[in-house]
Nanobody, 120 residues
Framework: QVQLVESGGGLVQPGGSLRLSCVAS????????TGWYRQAPGKERELVAR???????NYADSVKGRFTISRDTVKDTVYLQMNSLKPEDTANYYC??????????????WGPGTQVTVSS
């Protein structure tokens, strides 16, 4: 199984930047893709950005041009660089990974989340 732990959240002023990290540990055959989701109070959880095993990325329209997802395969870490932050980016941010436990068995894991608050 894959365990995920996020870090890097905090309080930042509008226009500021934060970098979130998601570290994977445990055992797996292959990680298929890793994504960042967020959930604000009273709202549904939404996809922010995702990166595939092959390195392809996709972003929510609301963060395109401001957020960048990247990874360090040596450190088993995925990052979310968030620039030009807006108050509406305030949410709990979660890391998710879809992976193969064996060649034939899939799994998915979520981290506990990290809070991002954008406020003056």
């Amino acid at each position: 199984q894959v365990q995920l732990v996020e870090s890097g959240g905090g309080l930042v002023q509008p226009g500021g930047s934060l970098r979130l990290s998601c570290v994977a540990s445990g055992s797996w055959f292959s990680i298929l893709d890793t994504g960042w989701y967020r959930q604000a109070p009273g709202k549904e959880r939404e996809l922010v950005a995702r990166i595939t095993h092959g390195g392809s990325t996709n972003y929510a329209d609301s963060v395109k041009g401001r957020f960048t997802i990247s990874r360090d395969t040596v450190k088993d870490t995925v990052y979310l660089q968030m620039n030009s932050l807006k108050p509406e980016d305030t949410a709990n941010y979660y890391c998710n990974a879809n992976f193969l436990i064996t060649r034939a068995t899939r799994g998915t894991s979520w981290g506990p989340g990290t809070q991002v608050t954008v406020s003056s």
